[in-house]
């Protein structure tokens, strides 16, 4: 079965740095978008990056644009999300989406299939 496991999570600074990972298993991983959101309490789920399936094409949401990078090694089954810069309102739950397709868009729940558990990202001094 379809399995997302992220990780990476923790205290930081604001500031710092934290690089999460999203290992999957279940299915073939390269043939797919993967995503990274947030939940923050309190409030709604905020799309923070889109990856499509050969790494090529990447999406991020202003609020995350030039401080967060995507990426993905196909071989290890495993997207990444690089988190520089951050700032206590990135504290949130992070959690990893497995697209339907090749490609996927910001919003469009009916583009994702899967999702993980997530993992809590706290910035605070």
């Known amino acids: 079965q379809v399995q997302l496991v992220e990780s990476g999570g923790g205290l930081a600074q604001p500031g710092g740095s934290l690089r999460l990972s999203c290992a999957a298993s279940?299915?073939?991983?390269?043939?797919?978008?993967m995503s990274w959101a947030r939940q923050a309490p309190g409030k709604g789920l905020e799309w923070v990056s889109i990856?499509?399936?050969?790494?090529?094409?990447?999406s991020y949401a202003d609020s995350v644009k030039g401080r967060f990078t995507i990426s993905r090694d196909n071989a290890k089954n495993t997207v990444y999300l690089q988190m520089n810069s951050l700032k206590p309102e990135d504290t949130a739950l992070y959690i990893c989406?497995?697209?339907?397709?090749?490609?996927?868009?910001?919003?469009?729940?009916?583009?994702?299939?899967?999702w993980g558990q997530g993992t809590q990202v706290t910035v605070s001094s």
């Open positions: 990856i499509v399936s050969d790494g090529r094409d990447t």
């Open positions: 989406y497995k697209g339907s397709r090749t490609s996927a868009r910001f919003g469009v729940f009916t583009d994702y299939d899967y």
């Open positions: 279940g299915f073939a991983f390269g043939e797919y978008a």
